[in-house]
């Protein structure tokens, strides 16, 4: 799935094959054994989606396939390039999960949010999983700006964990989350992580400031 912002930035040969006067596009791959069979189910998913999108394309010519799913593989590449004065792409909240029946009603509350923040954004990702890559456009030297991804960071993690979903789906704590872990996990599992860090590296050598914050080791 990429968003319009997305979309806007992508390759002329996808841009010229799909409308993307549209809110977004989404990727839809059949495979199967008989072509009768996939044709079937892209048939299904016509008649499910009839009247509920702009416009629906199909392809099935290897080189087309590989064209498209190389411009959704490229988003990132694309969206990083993205300024809009001295804001840009900021990637915090940017791989949360949830279940695939909830990221309808999940996207929605994340839309709002960012509205309700007068903030630019980009969305992108696996729609099957229920992973959504966003990045909302900061300015890293403005202070209230920073402050504002922090609140905003908390309250979308939040709904992530009231929906049973996690905040890191594909690309892992790193540093940028490493402070909202026992958030995510609780206080008894980090408990865990902390008596693995400590019997493991007590001298906190071992990729500082991932996973356990250094005052958490205290």
């Not at 991932?210 to 005052?215: E, N």
Request: charged share 25%; net charge positive.
């Amino acid at each position: 799935m990429l968003d319009h912002t997305v979309v806007s930035q992508g390759e002329k040969n996808v841009r010229g094959k799909f409308a993307v006067n549209t809110g977004c596009l989404l990727f839809v791959e059949f495979a199967g054994d008989r072509i009768g069979d996939i044709e079937r189910k892209l048939g299904h998913l016509k008649e499910k989606l009839s009247g509920k999108c702009d416009t629906m394309e199909s392809v099935g010519d290897e080189q087309s396939m590989t064209r498209i799913w190389e411009a959704r593989k490229g988003a990132l590449n694309r969206v990083m390039k993205l300024t809009y004065g001295s804001r840009k792409p900021i990637g915090l909240i940017e791989d949360t999960a949830v279940k695939p029946t909830l990221l309808h009603t999940y996207t929605q509350y994340l839309l709002k949010s960012y509205s309700d923040s007068k903030l630019d954004y980009v969305v992108y990702g696996h729609v099957g999983d229920g992973n959504l890559h966003t990045r909302p456009l900061i300015d890293m030297n403005s202070k209230s700006e920073v402050e504002l991804i922090e609140r905003l960071a908390q309250q979308v993690f939040s709904r992530v964990i009231k929906c049973g979903g996690t905040i890191t789906g594909e690309h892992g704590d790193g540093l940028a989350r490493v402070k909202y872990i026992p958030f995510m996990y609780g206080n008894e599992i980090f408990s865990v992580f902390l008596q693995i860090k400590k019997l493991f590296d007590p001298k906190y050598l071992l990729n500082p400031g991932k996973k356990i914050l250094p005052s958490s080791m205290r």
